[in-house]
């Protein structure tokens, strides 16, 4: 080989400005060469003189930080499903253009340039050349492909998210920092990859199916848990959480990702259904495949598969574990990503479900999907992949058994219609919810809905024009949206249409709920003997005082209530349930003046406290993309009853664009207090001087 004195190759120029801003990626780096599939790139080659004559250029790329598989780049234009490459020499310069196919393996590429001669015998090689491919939505040949800008721009290029949580009945929003594009999360992205079990198992094959986002969405369900890989959260759905994070803490995804990878992937603590999502859908984002979060409100928890959950009482209402572990969640979060379905008969292409938290084992680990969100509408459950599981999420039936003291069941409600409701995720064209519900069912009692059903294998629900038999006793529960720290009636309405005077027995209980439906603890319980008058309706009315939930309610702030109403000789008891949940106050965020580009600004945090004890220990958490990283600002005395508390943040916006700073309260009795402020982050003009 020539000497570095004669060499003819002296400077590689990967052009990365120019090819990233091309390929929609410099929000990643400005510096390296990051580029996607299916779109041509140019290198630029310092030459010391021109090529000799006859002698050629030959290029050989690996991929993979293992530099395991070997892809030759071919020299003739359009070469099909394989890289390609041609060459033009401009004066003291070769520009280099490749091409990658729109099948190719995403993850870090390093590029050896050969100079060749008429022999074929290497003269001279540079391959220090390294950039990194991802999946290129905007390519009609990849299956990644959204031939809507708007919707891209929504769900690959925006850092800021709108997560829904709550009930169906009090539906809150939640701002995330997704974060996608923040230093170095690509980077931590294909690590989580590396280190997935098939990666530690068999690099090389790995490797090469990592050009199928059905391949890669299976892995990131799976890695985003701990459960049985070097996953990046642990879930933990009930206190104590000292020796991590409450789930409710976290505010983005960027701070859990940094402490995973900085941990040599040692698993952060803790995530529950949303948490698990975000970070999903960041990962999904980052790698180039659309994305975004799904909430399904009432949402199934189907563990034998019978598209029923039994949910089984005693007679004081206190629920049994009889070895089900069915159960209904207020809300549950997963991700759809959209990608063509090439393994899959015609009709499956479109959204896929990806879920990351851990449920159920899906072929020997824990991860769900990705499975057709039209497979589930249309009950087509025999496609790939946990089409039954996610169909129960939305469909499933609830059946609710008192049992009596001598073991005999009595069944006490049954629910065909409340599992899948609102299925939600943020809007396209803001903050704003969409409703997706059409997306996974047919409406209520419609032919197709029933054709769904008989295709999934259970029966048919009660089509709308067909009543059950009538009850001449009917019971609803009403309550207003209560503030956490304040009393709160609840009240029971019991109307009797009947034309005969009934005795009966009315029990209340309130209980102290997480989202999943776990029980923190009894907060009151009311029994009371009632004389119903024909034609009328009764009002019950349960008070609730702060320091009758206080001491139990968990860090989702919700209060189960069910009441439960017998009547002597009667066999059928009504049962009616309602989750209440209580809402926190907002932090006030101001932020004065215009926000410009690498200028220094300074928020002011407010917040007052609506509890009637003292607050210790608060702190607030702030963070957003492109304009700062996580702090903490730490208030150092006790916040009184009432009192308002304000703290001041400076910080420096990096990035322009539309900004989300997200801010988080806690304290010893009041946490996940959230707080949200928009920014316009613009470039300073620069001053023209003019000469008179």
Not at 453 to 458: C, I, L, P, Q, T
Not at 496 to 521: C, E, F, P, W
Not at 580 to 597: H, R
């Given at each position: ?367 769900c999907g990705p499975c057709p969100v039209a497979a589930i509408k249309e009950g087509n459950l025999t496609v790939k992949y946990d089409a039954p599981f996610i ?302």
């Amino acid at each position: 080989m020539a000497n570095r004195y004669n060499r003819v190759i002296t400077d590689v120029d990967v052009r990365s400005n120019e090819n990233n801003l091309a390929h929609r990626t410099r929000e990643i780096d400005r510096e390296r060469l990051i580029v996607r599939r299916g779109q041509s790139f140019s290198i630029t080659l310092q030459c010391s003189k021109p090529l000799p004559p006859k002698h050629d250029l030959e290029l050989v790329l690996n991929v993979g930080k293992k530099d395991r598989t070997l892809i030759k780049v071919h020299k003739e234009q359009g070469a099909g499903e394989r890289w390609w490459f041609n060459h033009q020499g401009v004066q003291d310069e070769i520009l280099l253009n490749l091409h990658s196919p729109a099948n190719a393996i995403i993850g870090q590429y390093s590029l050896t340039v050969q100079l060749m001669s008429p022999e074929s015998h290497i003269i001279e090689k540079t391959d220090k050349i390294k950039f990194h491919l991802l999946f290129n939505p905007w390519c009609k040949d990849d299956v990644v492909y959204l031939p809507d800008e708007s919707l891209l721009q929504e769900y690959i290029m925006n850092e800021n998210g709108v997560i829904y949580m709550g009930s169906k009945d009090y539906i809150r929003s939640l701002h995330w920092n997704y974060g996608q594009f923040e230093n170095y999360i690509m980077d931590i992205c294909f690590e989580i990859l590396d280190n997935s079990s098939e990666s530690l198992r068999n690099y090389q094959l790995d490797s090469e199916k990592r050009g199928d986002p059905v391949y890669i969405g299976r892995i990131i369900s799976a890695m985003i848990n701990s459960n049985d890989d070097r996953g990046v959260l642990t879930g933990r759905w009930q206190e104590p959480y000292t020796d991590g994070v409450s789930p409710t803490r976290w505010t983005g995804s960027v701070p859990i990702l940094q402490k995973w990878s900085k941990a040599g992937t040692s698993a952060v603590k803790y995530g529950q259904c949303w948490v698990f999502a975000a970070v999903a859908c960041t990962v999904l984002r980052c790698l180039g495949i659309p994305t975004r979060v799904i909430t399904n409100f009432n949402s199934a928890h189907d563990v034998d598969g019978n598209l029923s959950l039994d949910v089984f009482y005693n007679e004081r209402l206190e629920r049994l574990d009889r070895g089900n572990r069915d159960s209904s969640w207020n809300f549950h979060c997963w991700v759809e990503s959209w990608m063509r379905r090439s393994d899959l008969p015609k009709g499956n292409d479109g959204w896929q479900v990806l879920d990351p938290t851990p449920q159920e084992l899906s072929e020997g680990k824990f991860c769900c999907g990705p499975c057709p969100v039209a497979a589930i509408k249309e009950g087509n459950l025999t496609v790939k992949y946990d089409a039954p599981f996610i169909f129960a999420e939305v469909n499933a039936d609830i059946v609710e058994w008192v049992v009596r003291r001598d073991g005999q069941k009595q069944k006490a409600r049954v629910d065909e219609s409340s599992v899948g409701m609102y299925i939600s995720t943020k809007g396209v064209w803001g903050d704003h919810r969409e409703d997706v519900t059409q997306n996974y069912k047919y409406p209520e009692g419609s032919i197709k809905e029933r054709e769904a059903y008989k295709k999934a294998g259970r029966r048919s629900p009660i089509p709308n024009n067909v009543t059950a038999e009538p009850n001449n006793l009917e019971m609803i529960i009403k309550h207003t949206k209560p503030v956490f720290g304040t009393d709160f009636d609840v009240i029971i309405e019991v109307r009797n249409d009947g034309v005969k005077d009934v005795q009966a027995q009315l029990t209340v209980l309130a209980v102290a709920m997480t989202y999943n439906s776990i029980h923190r603890g009894e907060c009151k319980r009311q029994k009371v003997n009632l004389s119903l008058p024909a034609r009328k309706v009764h009002r019950e009315v349960l008070r609730l005082h702060y320091d009758d939930y206080v001491s139990c309610v968990s860090e989702h702030y919700l209060i189960g209530l069910k009441a439960f109403l017998e009547v002597p000789g009667e066999n059928e008891p009504i049962m009616k349930t309602v989750n209440i949940p209580l809402s926190k106050p907002e932090l006030l965020i101001q932020v004065p003046g215009k926000a410009m580009l690498f200028e220094q600004l300074t928020s002011t945090i407010s917040f007052t406290n609506p509890l009637p004890v003292p607050l210790k220990g608060g702190v607030f958490t702030v963070e957003g993309a492109g304009l700062l990283s996580v702090a903490e600002v730490h208030v150092k005395e006790d916040i009184a009853p009432g009192q308002k508390v304000s703290v001041k943040l400076l910080f420096t916006p990096m990035k322009t664009g539309v900004r989300k700073l997200m801010v988080d309260f806690d304290s010893d009795r009041l946490k996940d207090v959230k707080g949200v402020a928009t920014l316009v982050v613009r470039k300073r003009n620069p001053v023209i001087a003019t000469c008179f």
